[in-house]
């Protein structure tokens, strides 16, 4: 954990950023249109746990009924957990490393760094959580794991879990749930006394269901109480059997399940438990018809929900007729109905009219399905089709993806990742069918990319790619000409798509570079002008984010070239990057001209359909370059109001990536302004997404802004010159090196003002020297004026004004007009101690002149403060002495020069 001092975001920050209420789910759970029976009480109490116990775990057999308890009490807790109630299935899972990710996916936090499990427990740190993990028993181990660090880190998190077993956490309260009740065998049951007891009330609410002429009698009241005595009181035995009602009377009924328990003797308790439910389930099961039964053994396959036309496609059989099979295995209880927020079955309604309707299986009869599936002989075949329709889906999903809004494309397809995993596991376990696992591969990128679920698809593509090497490897020379070149696109696809994924989790790395490199040379082979243009761009934000501005800008031009001429659609994306390169190598008015230009001809949208083809949100990224290259050539005002819109577009996006550009660009933009309380929050807000998102690239720049505002007093400069070493190193480690120079340079002016003059000579000449190497003339005139004001802290007169000669020119070359008024401040108020007043004067005016807006902005106030104090002082011949504004920082006289931590503006 960061200490305080070290660079760790304030307590309050989970606070500071929100998106609009109207966009920002409180829960995820799923709607049931099936009664909760004979739990109340049991819910009660759990509702009343829950509000102090960290962890219950619900336990019992399967079908007993936790996952619907569990639910019930989780809707009742919603208005006691401001920051969300989120259902987190872990049952489709067979790799327990990937738990963080489904409690991370069902919360909606989006990580795009390898380190999960911490970038989670800092997303839930601040708030108050319900988490309902459902189906623990197969993964209890790491389950345990993962809840036990974020009960530590959390301590506002509460977790109920179900589970066959407890989790043995510390401090876990288990609750073991027990069957329902029925009434003890007797005389002159009645059937309003017989409905008093849960069991027997499920039965009849089941059973007018399937019959609505169904009704207890006094004279059935013992038999339904002794069906119910017989099933152990397990609700899901209890429902299959009432799903019989319409077949067999109740007499045959408790003949036919009797048949089927007589093999039990005693009372069934614990493992017996499971035994009841599995004779109920054989019952059921031995009495649908073969069509009935060959399709429930078949959607077993699926690890969650499932729409008709999948299920058609699993079963081999023509989708008007799986309807029809699915829905009668839904009014048997033996598959599940899924329903949307508005009340509809999904694909009915307002969910996915295109697939029909959807449906799921229990956790229990999806295994017991599979089980039926092997002993038939069907596994192989169906699991086969399985992976080939999950690959046909996410194919179409590609095609449709440039079509529909970002967040839409998300809803419908979003479903499909368990699918994909469960796929991608049997078909990479299958030697015959590698060539489909990396088909699946290829097809699930864009759902990873979507759901930025980025260290799991680096592991999948790496995967992907030594099973498309050995295929080509097994057969050398042998391919067509059409194979090969299909065997090229499928490699190109998996290579760019790793490239991205490896930036993120890894940083800037010679490894992604070789990857990217790749993907380029085979879209250049293929002809594919698209990929090509997303391999440039990629490549030359690897390059920007590395300090290489010069290759970044021929990469770009390359692009802009190719753009140009085979696909105008992709040109605003390469201006605003070029426009980028610019400003680094201080071509600012080029960059100002070029993306006002951009911006005017093209719309700002933030819900703009194909987002992640070029990974975030171009709107965005033409904002925050045309903010910086507005400050720079002294159009503060401007910049400001830019700025405004920068963060009011990001509050209306739910594109994490491109919000979290947006606040790193604003936090650096009202540190120039001078606005201190504006760049904290800024820091704070992106602070925030960084933790809730995993968003590592912008971290160190958060980190950086609130140490320069810190080390502007001097009681916060111990603790500021921390934090921004801090993240000096990290952007090292990263190796986001653009800026630093930049950064280097305000961390040795806090340094000097510190009286580390050692310290801040050596900073500064790494910053110089960085700058000169990586070509960032944009911040030379600011490098050399803080070394000025080191030079004259220590006495070193003629080196200072020597420096600020040549900040002037430099500032003046590249058109920053801020930078010179800045350096041209500085070297009238020491002219102006040299008696030079005159001089000073002419100076300062003229810089001042060629202003027309910002004169409340910090540095114009105090460069007009000396300036009317230069000239009172002409006016009565008096000699300069300390007068208050005398400095643009309104700094104590201790620090360096006119030093105030890089944000004096």
């Known amino acids: 954990m960061t200490e305080p001092g070290e660079g760790g975001p304030p307590v309050a920050s989970a606070r500071l950023f929100e998106f609009p209420a109207a966009l920002r789910p409180r829960t995820n759970l799923p709607t049931s249109i099936a009664r909760v029976v004979g739990r109340e009480a049991v819910v009660d109490r759990l509702l009343r746990q829950v509000a102090h116990a960290r962890l219950i775990t619900l336990v019992g057999p399967g079908g007993i009924g936790k996952t619907t308890v569990a639910l019930a009490v989780a809707e009742r807790a919603i208005d006691d957990f401001p920051d969300g109630v989120w259902f987190v299935d872990v049952a489709p899972l067979r790799d327990g490393t990937l738990v963080p990710q489904v409690v991370a996916g069902a ?211 023509p989708v008007p007729l799986t309807a029809r099979l699915l829905a009668e295995l839904a009014a048997k209880s033996l598959l599940a109905p899924e329903v949307d927020a508005h009340g509809f079955v999904n694909g009915e309604g307002a969910g996915d009219p295109t697939r029909g309707a959807s449906y799921r299986l229990l956790d229990t009869t999806r295994v017991y399905g599979a089980e039926k599936l092997a002993q038939a002989g069907e596994e192989r075949p169906a699991r086969m089709r399985h992976a080939q329709y999950v690959c046909a889906t ?96 499928t490699e190109m696809h998996l290579q760019f798509a790793l490239a991205g994924a490896i930036m993120y989790t890894r940083g800037m790395t010679s490894e992604a570079r070789r990857v990217v490199r790749r993907a380029l040379e085979l879209s250049e082979r293929l002809g594919d002008t698209d990929f090509r243009l997303r391999c440039l761009r990629l490549t030359a934000t690897i390059e920007l984010f590395a300090g290489e501005n010069i290759a970044a800008m021929r990469t770009l031009e390359t692009f802009l070239s190719i753009a140009g001429a085979e696909d105008p659609s992709a040109l605003a ?135 320069a505002v810190a080390a502007r007093q001097p009681d916060g400069r111990a603790q500021g010159i921390a934090a921004m070493r801090q993240a000096v190193a990290e952007f090292r480690q990263i190796g986001h090196l653009s800026r630093l120079p930049f950064y280097l340079a305000v961390l040795a002016e806090a340094l000097g003002a510190d009286g580390r003059f050692d310290d801040a000579e050596a900073t500064l000449h790494q910053a110089h020297a960085l700058a000169v190497g990586q070509h960032d003339q944009w911040c030379l005139p600011e490098i050399h004026r803080i070394h000025a004001g080191l030079a004259s802290a220590q006495g070193h007169t003629r080196v200072a004004e020597a420096f600020l000669h040549r900040a002037i020119e430099r500032a003046a070359a590249i058109g920053a007009l801020s930078w010179e008024l800045r350096a041209s401040h500085d070297l009238a108020q020491a002219w102006r101690a040299q008696g030079r007043r005159l001089e000073a004067q002419r100076l300062l005016r003229a810089v001042l002149d060629r202003f027309d807006e910002g004169f409340g902005t910090r540095d114009l106030v105090a460069a007009a403060s000396l300036l009317a104090l230069l000239q009172a002082e002409i006016q009565t011949g008096s000699q300069p002495g300390s007068q208050p504004g005398s400095q643009s920082g309104s700094q104590s006289g201790d620090q360096t020069g006119s030093q105030d931590g890089g944000g004096r503006a």
């Open 394 to 489: 996410l194919e179409r999903a590609t095609a449709e993806w440039g079509r529909q809004l970002s967040r839409d494309w998300g809803h419908i397809y979003g479903r499909y990742l368990d699918d994909l995993r469960a796929a991608l596991a049997w078909a990479d376990a299958e030697t015959a069918h590698h060539d489909l696992m990396v088909k699946l591969t290829s097809a699930g990128t864009l759902l990873w990319n979507h759901f930025s679920l980025t260290d799991e698809s680096r592991v999948r593509l790496t995967q992907g790619i030594a099973r498309l090497d050995a295929s080509r490897g097994r057969a050398p020379g042998t391919w067509s000409a059409e194979t090969e070149r299909a065997h090229q696109r």
């Open 107 to 317: 919360t909606g936090l989006t990580v795009h760094s390898a380190d999960i499990l911490p970038a989670l427990c800092r997303a839930l740190r601040h708030g108050r959580t319900l988490l309902v993990i459902d189906n623990c028993e197969h993964l209890a181990a790491p389950v345990a794991a993962c809840v036990s660090l974020l009960l530590r880190e959390a301590p506002g998190l509460r977790v109920l879990a179900t589970s066959r077993c407890a989790l043995q956490v510390d401090g876990e309260l288990e609750h073991r749930l027990e069957g329902l009740a029925s009434p003890p065998p007797s005389t002159g049951l009645t059937a309003a006394l017989a409905l008093t007891f849960p069991a027997v009330a499920l039965f009849v609410d089941r059973a007018t269901d399937r019959s609505a002429t169904f009704a207890l009698a006094d004279d059935d009241a013992a038999v339904v109480a002794d069906i119910c005595r017989s099933l152990d009181g397990i609700a899901l035995a209890i429902e299959l059997a009432a799903m019989r009602v319409d077949v067999f009377d109740l007499k045959e009924l408790h003949r036919q399940l009797n048949g089927r328990l007589n093999v039990l003797a005693g009372r069934r308790a614990g493992l017996e438990r499971h035994r009841t439910l599995a004779a109920t389930l054989d019952w059921s099961y031995s009495l649908l018809p073969d069509a009935e039964a060959r399709l429930l053994r078949a959607v077993s396959v699926f690890t969650g929900g499932f729409h008709c036309a999948g299920a058609a496609a699993v079963a081999d059989l």
């Open 573 to 707: 994306e390469g201006e605003t990057h070029l426009g980028v390169g610019e400003t680094f190598v201080g071509r600012l008015a080029s960059a100002r001209r070029r993306m006002e230009r951009v911006c005017a001809q093209r719309p700002l949208d933030l819900t703009e359909a194909g987002i992640a083809r070029f990974q975030y949100s171009n709107s965005v990224n033409m904002l925050v370059v045309l903010c910086h290259a507005q400050w720079l050539t002294g159009q503060p005002d401007a910049a400001a109001r830019t700025a405004e819109k920068i963060l009011a577009f990001g509050r209306q996006s739910t594109h994490e990536l491109s919000l979290s550009i947006g606040l790193a660009w604003n936090a650096l933009t009202y540190l120039w302004l001078g606005q201190d309380e504006d760049c904290r929050r800024h820091a704070a807000m992106l602070d925030d997404l960084v933790a809730r998102h995993g968003i590592v690239t912008w971290r160190p720049i958060a980190t950086f802004c609130r140490g």
